[in-house]
């Protein structure tokens, strides 16, 4: 099924959820939708017969300055079709629903884009840092993050 058969059958499922079909070769087509019920739509998404996404191959955060983004790369192994969701956060409450317990692998990717951006996956089971120490202040690849000179009295090389 192409992005956008996929769109109108969201859209219909959906409603005001699902924003617009960024079609823009040579980069990924996506959905861009609202992320207050991104784990309904991703249910949706692996449940549907239609559809059958039923592997997470990526999930990646972005710091778009004035938001957060969160990437879901979706394929479906039946079915061999694929498809990107984008949604977007504020900095201010960088808050969305867990999708680890519709697709496993999201666990280690949700935790990495806790860890590096801040952004909380309301309902996971173990949002805890998974690359910095427990204890690391801020999140690294925020583009307003300022690396700390030390960390428990030792110098932080760069």
Same mark, same amino acid.
């Given at each position: 099924?192409? #992005?956008?058969?996929? /769109?109108?059958?969201? !859209? @219909?499922?959906?409603?005001?959820?699902?924003?617009? *079909? @960024?079609?823009?070769?040579?980069?990924? +087509?996506?959905? *861009?939708?609202?992320?207050?019920?991104?784990?309904?739509?991703?249910?949706?998404?692996?449940?549907? $017969?239609? %559809?059958?996404?039923?592997? %997470?191959?990526? *999930? +990646?955060?972005?710091?778009? !300055?004035?938001?957060?983004?969160?990437?879901?790369? %979706? /394929? +479906?192994?039946?079915?061999?079709?694929? *498809?990107?969701?984008?949604?977007?956060? +504020?900095?201010?409450?960088?808050?969305?629903?867990?999708?680890? &317990?519709?697709?496993?692998? =999201? $666990?280690?990717?949700? &935790?990495? =884009?806790?860890?590096?951006?801040?952004?909380? /996956?309301?309902?996971?089971?173990? %949002?805890? &840092?998974?690359?910095?120490?427990?204890?690391?202040?801020?999140?690294?690849? &925020? !583009?307003?993050?300022?690396?700390?000179?030390?960390?428990?009295?030792?110098? @932080? #090389?760069?």
């Amino acid at each position: 099924m192409k #992005p956008n058969e996929i /769109f109108t059958k969201l !859209k @219909v499922h959906f409603g005001e959820e699902i924003l617009e *079909l @960024v079609e823009n070769p040579p980069s990924d +087509s996506f959905i *861009l939708v609202k992320p207050q019920k991104i784990d309904e739509i991703c249910q949706f998404l692996r449940d549907d $017969d239609a %559809l059958h996404f039923d592997y %997470l191959t990526l *999930l +990646s955060g972005l710091d778009l !300055k004035e938001n957060l983004g969160i990437v879901y790369h %979706l /394929f +479906s192994m039946k079915l061999k079709h694929r *498809l990107v969701l984008k949604t977007l956060v +504020s900095k201010e409450n960088p808050t969305l629903p867990t999708i680890e &317990r519709i697709w496993r692998t =999201a $666990d280690w990717h949700e &935790r990495e =884009a806790y860890d590096m951006f801040g952004i909380i /996956f309301n309902g996971h089971r173990n %949002l805890i &840092r998974i690359l910095c120490p427990y204890d690391w202040e801020g999140y690294p690849l &925020r !583009k307003d993050y300022k690396a700390p000179e030390e960390y428990h009295g030792n110098k @932080v #090389p760069y």
